[in-house]
């Protein structure tokens, strides 16, 4: 496995469990579509690789069923099957773009993708999204037939430097964080920002939070975390 040399077996083993146990949140949390379809890559720290799923259900993976890649999109160890395939760069472009980047998730959540469907860009309505880093609305990828190189160009073109998700018209959503379970997180909240956005539309419409309160509200939660945690002061 010279394609692991600095990353121990064991800890591939817990790279591939951790992917596999995001998986199984998400299934959980009920926030994907009712076909269960998705896909997920994290990258092996210290390489050019990563660990991809193969097959469209989170529900049904197994740690070895993910396969190693490269960044070029060739498979080292495992199979992928075609349907995932076609969508190996989708994965592999951002990690390219963002060397920051850690993992990706890419879901057909509904309440996102209806923004998605619609091409309107999630803005931040959603107090939760704030205090997940994000202070600008989450872009549109604009469409291309699954898996394309003009897909992927779309969703390389609305990445910044600050971009954590991505909508792709009439297909789905992307996430990216530094680890797997940042990045099912972005999933959950922005399933929670979209759904709460269409609700309010019955009552007049949603709002976005004002930019001055938006760095107001990020700067709370980065001064709350640095305190960590607060404990009851020893008895006499």
């Known amino acids: 496995m010279t394609s692991e040399t600095t990353v121990s077996t064991q800890d591939v083993s817990k790279y591939r469990q951790s992917i596999v146990d995001a998986g199984r949140a998400l299934v959980q949390a009920r926030v994907l579509s009712?076909?269960?379809?998705?896909?997920?890559?994290?990258?092996?720290?210290g390489?050019?690789?990563?660990?991809?799923?193969?097959?469209?259900?989170?529900?049904?993976?197994?740690?070895?069923?993910?396969?190693?890649?490269d960044l070029d999109g060739r498979v080292i160890e495992g199979q992928i099957n075609p349907v995932t395939h076609?969508?190996?760069?989708?994965?592999?472009?951002?990690?390219?773009?963002?060397?920051?980047?850690?993992?990706?998730?890419?879901?057909?959540?509904?309440?996102?993708?209806?923004?998605?469907?619609?091409?309107?860009?999630?803005?931040v309505?959603?107090?939760?999204?704030?205090?997940?880093?994000?202070?600008?609305p989450i872009p549109v990828a604009?469409?291309?037939?699954?898996?394309?190189?003009?897909?992927v160009s779309n969703i390389v073109d609305v990445i910044g430097p600050k971009t954590r998700a991505v909508l792709l018209q009439n297909h789905g959503i992307l996430t990216f964080a530094e680890?797997?379970?940042?990045?099912?997180?972005?999933?959950?909240?922005?399933?929670?920002?979209?759904?709460?956005?269409?609700n309010?539309?019955?009552?007049?419409?949603?709002?976005?939070?004002?930019?001055?309160?938006?760095?107001?509200t990020q700067q709370r939660a980065r001064d709350f975390a640095a305190q960590g945690v607060v404990s009851a002061a020893p008895s006499d």
């Open 200 to 216: 309010a539309t019955i009552l007049g419409g949603a709002t976005v939070i004002p930019e001055e309160l938006l760095h107001y």
């Open 179 to 198: 680890d797997i379970a940042t990045a099912r997180t972005l999933v959950l909240v922005m399933e929670e920002a979209a759904q709460l956005a269409i």
């Open 142 to 151: 604009a469409y291309a037939p699954r898996g394309s190189r003009e897909s």
């Open 34 to 45: 009712p076909s269960l379809h998705g896909n997920m890559s994290a990258r092996l720290p």
């Open 86 to 123: 076609e969508i190996v760069h989708m994965h592999t472009a951002v990690y390219r773009k963002r060397a920051d980047v850690g993992a990706v998730i890419h879901t057909h959540s509904p309440y996102s993708t209806s923004f998605a469907v619609a091409n309107r860009p999630l803005e």
């Open 47 to 69: 390489t050019e690789t990563i660990l991809l799923t193969s097959g469209s259900s989170l529900a049904e993976m197994h740690p070895d069923d993910l396969a190693l890649l």
């Open 125 to 136: 309505f959603s107090e939760a999204l704030a205090r997940f880093g994000i202070d600008e």
